[in-house]
């Protein structure tokens, strides 16, 4: 049951939607999306419901407070009409298309109803992959605007999308089908969708379209309906190992790793910590900590405004804690993460990132006994070298023990580019010192201590991973001299080698 609804037209632009970025799990229909009070948003389902669930009742009432109709509801598009219709209770949603929702509750995550299974694919060598989601677009008339929805439950980059139309001819109606650059040369398609993010639209051409993202795209002059140009949406592939003998059990040895490909763009909050990282406790990000994307990656952004010295003025701290996030801990722990320092980054005397603790993971001058704790974190120093910054039962000072990267400080992170560190701690045995510190530059050894003290008694051990950033030290001498950047990625926690 439809009805006209056309006085939200002109409404739709102004009012605000949402974050339209779900937080995925590609394996199965247990995506979800949030959804914010009082905020228009533009969704679609990822999967299929199970027969009679598929209403707009049995999919978002368990989700969301309150009466619909009245504290919340969707509307469809009518391409033909230019209108907005009202979508009713009781009304089925169609996988691959879009829909306008808004709700006046409180903020809620939406979610499927058990038992719903991704969307058949189809077999064809149109598609990008060996089979992909078929999506027939409206071209009745010119420049046809239209929503649609990713009708899958993972991400998917624009670039991989293709189409055809059901002419029989070379123009991307043969068995090759096209490229959007191509449908768009046609005259079908414009190679470009929008979604909305709260304040803006934002083209979709260079970024991926996410789980729950409903969008709009626009059929152009020389689609007919007899064209029927038809969007072609990238199956998974599944690719066969080419390895003649895998590693047996490989998921054994990679405890953790975290590529943010899932993770909402826009500031990172405590929320997308807890999310992102099992076992964080507490975190203290302060706004300073962004997801971004770039060429089809996401990663995450440090912000350390100037002068800002200490956890407190810049960067940000949390910590993960091993029995709290996998019910163990370790003796020995391999951890990596990708690091890229800003264009021109000033390194002053240096900052803290990211390593391991164990105990009560002593730092900021809390000299460590061997009975309480220790911490290994990385830093980098003036001129951006590369040090591990260690509280150890055998440290020397109040403050931790430097132990440089490298020869005569040869390793110095550079300015606006990738690089690879991993750390690989052994505990000691309590009474002797053969405990092992070890550092690998871009897979290269490049610090390797093999005396290292860090307990007395073995009540605690390498106990979890403490992402740690920022300017100092302490005092205005270690203060950034403007507002700097250091993006990480790729964070990965394994009981076997990483990147070497
Ligand atoms: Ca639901
Ligand atoms: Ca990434």
């Keep these: 049951m439809h009805k006209k609804y056309n006085i939200f037209h002109g409404l739709i632009l102004l009012l605000v939607a949402t974050n339209l970025y779900a937080n995925a799990d590609s394996n199965d229909c247990k995506v979800t999306t949030p959804l914010n009070s009082n905020q228009w948003q533009l969704i679609g389902i990822p999967c299929k419901a199970p027969a009679g669930t598929n209403t707009v009742e049995a999919i978002f009432s368990d989700d969301i407070d309150g009466d619909y109709g009245v504290d919340w509801k969707l509307i469809s598009y009518n391409s033909e009409k230019n209108s907005y219709d009202d979508v009713d209770i009781q009304d089925e949603l169609q996988i691959g298309t879009g829909y306008w929702i808004i709700s006046f509750s409180d903020q809620t995550l939406l979610d499927m109803p058990a038992g719903s299974q991704p969307v058949t694919q189809k077999k064809s060598t149109q598609c990008t992959q060996?089979?992909?989601?078929?999506?027939?677009?409206?071209?009745?008339?010119?420049?046809?605007?239209?929503?649609?929805?990713?009708?899958?439950?993972?991400?998917?980059?624009?670039?991989?999308?293709?189409?055809?139309?059901?002419?029989?001819?070379?123009?991307?109606?043969?068995?090759?089908?096209?490229?959007?650059?191509?449908?768009q040369t046609a005259g079908f398609v414009e190679n470009q969708g929008?979604?909305?993010?709260?304040?803006?639209?934002?083209?979709?051409?260079?970024?991926?379209?996410?789980?729950?993202?409903?969008?709009?795209?626009?059929?152009?002059?020389?689609?007919?309906?007899?064209?029927?140009?038809?969007?072609?949406?990238?199956?998974?592939?599944?690719?066969?190992?080419?390895?003649?003998?895998p590693n047996p059990n490989p998921s054994?040895?990679?405890?953790?790793?975290?590529?943010?490909?899932?993770?909402?763009?826009?500031?990172?909050?405590?929320?997308?910590?807890?999310?992102?990282?099992?076992g964080v406790r507490w975190s203290e990000a302060f706004d300073r900590v962004k997801v971004v994307n770039e060429s089809n990656n996401r990663f995450i952004r440090v912000n350390y405004p100037k002068g800002g010295v200490g956890p407190e003025n810049g960067g940000a701290i949390w910590k993960v804690d091993f029995s709290d996030a996998f019910g163990t801990t370790y003796n020995e722990l391999y951890i990596s993460y990708k690091i890229r320092f800003a264009k021109n980054f000033n390194p002053v005397k240096g900052g803290k990132l990211p390593g391991l603790w164990g105990g009560d993971g002593n730092t900021n001058g809390k000299k460590a006994t061997g009975y309480d704790g220790w911490s290994a974190r990385m830093m980098w120093r003036a001129k951006t070298t590369a040090i591990f910054y260690v509280y150890s039962a055998n440290m020397k000072n109040t403050w931790g023990d430097v132990n440089t990267w490298g020869k005569d400080e040869t390793i110095q992170f550079p300015a606006n580019e990738w690089v690879q560190v991993e750390q690989r701690i052994v505990m000691n045995s309590p009474s002797d010192n053969n405990g092992i510190l070890q550092g690998w530059y871009n897979g290269v050894l490049e610090l390797d201590k093999r005396d290292m003290r860090y307990r007395k008694v073995n009540s605690f051990a390498i106990d979890g991973f403490y992402f740690s950033t920022f300017f100092g030290g302490e005092g205005s001498q270690w203060a950034p001299t403007r507002n700097e950047t250091i993006d990480f990625d790729d964070f990965i926690f394994s009981t076997e080698p990483i990147t070497h």
């Excluded at 991926?208 to 592939?237: N, Y």
């Excluded at 943010?260 to 807890?274: R, V």
């Design 130 to 183: 060996s089979s992909c989601f078929e999506k027939t677009l409206i071209s009745n008339s010119s420049n046809q605007s239209q929503l649609i929805s990713n009708p899958f439950h993972y991400s998917f980059s624009w670039s991989a999308l293709r189409g055809k139309t059901a002419l029989n001819d070379s123009t991307c109606g043969d068995t090759a089908g096209c490229t959007l650059e191509e449908m």
């Design 194 to 245: 929008w979604y909305y993010d709260g304040k803006k639209y934002i083209s979709l051409k260079e970024t991926e379209v996410s789980p729950w993202m409903g969008i709009w795209i626009r059929t152009l002059d020389a689609a007919s309906s007899a064209h029927k140009p038809t969007l072609l949406f990238p199956g998974l592939e599944n690719t066969p190992n080419p390895n003649p003998n």
């Design 252 to 278: 054994d040895q990679r405890i953790f790793h975290l590529n943010f490909s899932q993770s909402p763009l826009g500031n990172y909050t405590h929320s997308d910590i807890k999310r992102d990282w099992p």
